[in-house]
């Protein structure tokens, strides 16, 4: 492609997150952003501004259904995801798509059985903690035994953004949920750094922080997964509490314990207070928004696996699923994969 073959055209529809897709395409050599799309007019003229020359479309269906355009970023609200998604594997395009992917099982199974049915296109999500140098080394540490056999996991989504349910587009949607929004990113960093399956989960949830705010689901949730291996783990997702944006971690295994913390990652290999604990300053976060995107074209051309796959997206959607259910309904519920 870059040796004289037509690139790979790319377009980012909704343009809040959705800009920072933009520099992760322009940094893959075979690849192109050819158009832009935000139904606000006012935002997507100041963005147009910022990256000139660009075609600018307030209607995503110009984008979804125009051919000449391979690849496409849904970044728009989460209620619509899924038709957007749809619509754009039913026009042949590739697509990497904000998390959560969608808010229902039922359309996360629909678009896997799309999927399915045009081998030819490729799906990803922007799970983006992967690439966090932080969460690289744990998984390395629990690859290599330093961690021992797993005994225990703990992460959360500590949002500190309760406006966000509150104020802004998030409290307006039909079905926003933070489990599915916020949750899914350390549900998936479980998922993806143990390589185990979660068989069951029970949550609970309150609403106690976006009382009389028009938010109509839960805030905050805590879950307790069960793993094939006999793993056990919990995730709190808080979309109200009092503190900064974070995502605490705690591994148990049987030799050592691994913490994350602002400033660092802790490895604790000893039960005796008195001894330190090596400090690992991989950077947390870490990460730019849109850097999963270059392996995202490299998997699109056959250059390389994919570091969030089809099947990593719908196991830690099945997830989030079955927390929704158990949290909402006040049971057990075990994981149906997708
Ligand atoms: N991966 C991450 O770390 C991360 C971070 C933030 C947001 N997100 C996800 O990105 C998505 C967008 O969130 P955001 O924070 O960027 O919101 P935002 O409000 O900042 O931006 C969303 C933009 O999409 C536009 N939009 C919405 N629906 C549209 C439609 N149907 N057609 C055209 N334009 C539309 C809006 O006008 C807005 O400009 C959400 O799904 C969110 O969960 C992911």
């Known amino acids: 492609m870059s040796d004289g073959v037509k690139k790979l055209r790319a377009a980012v529809i909704g343009l809040g997150v959705g800009e920072q897709h933009i520099k992760g395409y322009e940094q893959h050599p075979s ?24 075609r600018l479309e307030t209607d995503p269906n110009t984008i979804l259904e ?30 990497f798509a904000e998390k959560p992917l969608v808010q229902t099982r039922e359309h996360a199974q ?17 799970l983006i903690l992967r690439q966090s140098p932080r969460f690289l080394s744990v998984k390395k540490l629990c690859e290599e035994g330093v961690l021992g056999e797993l005994i225990y996991m703990e992460a959360d989504y500590e949002s500190g953004r309760l406006h966000k349910i509150t104020d802004g587009w998030r409290g307006k949607i039909d079905g926003y949920s933070g489990v599915f929004g916020g949750g899914v990113h350390v549900i998936d960093l479980l998922l993806w750094i143990t390589g185990d399956d979660v068989v069951e989960v029970s949550a609970y949830g309150n609403a106690i922080a976006s009382r009389g705010s028009g938010f109509q689901n839960n805030d905050q949730v805590v879950s307790l997964l069960k ?65 999963l995107i270059p392996n995202f074209i490299d998997s699109i051309l ?37």
């Open 302 to 338: 056959g250059r390389a696996e994919p570091l969030v796959s089809e099947d990593d997206i719908f196991r830690a959607m099945a997830v989030c699923f079955a927390i929704e259910t158990s949290h909402r309904e006040g049971r057990p519920v075990t994981i149906q994969r997708i």
């Open 110 to 126: 629909d678009i896997r059985a799309t999927l399915r049915a045009h081998p030819e296109l490729r799906l990803s999500s922007n």
């Open 31 to 54: 690849c192109e952003v050819v158009a832009l799309c935000d139904m606000d007019e006012a935002k997507l003229k100041e963005v147009g501004t910022r990256h000139p020359g660009l």
């Open 227 to 291: 793993f094939k291996s006999g793993l056990i783990g919990k995730v709190v997702v808080s979309l109200g509490c009092v503190s900064p944006h974070f995502h605490p971690m705690n591994v148990f295994g049987t030799k050592a314990t691994f913490r994350n913390t602002r400033e660092c990652g802790l490895l604790v290999t000893s039960r005796d207070e008195q001894d330190a604990h090596e400090r690992i300053m991989a950077p947390y976060p870490g990460v730019p928004k849109g850097v």
């Open 66 to 95: 125009d051919p000449s355009i391979d690849v496409v970023s849904i970044a728009t609200y989460d209620d619509v995801h899924y038709e957007q998604i749809m619509s754009a594997l039913n026009h042949g395009k590739q697509v």
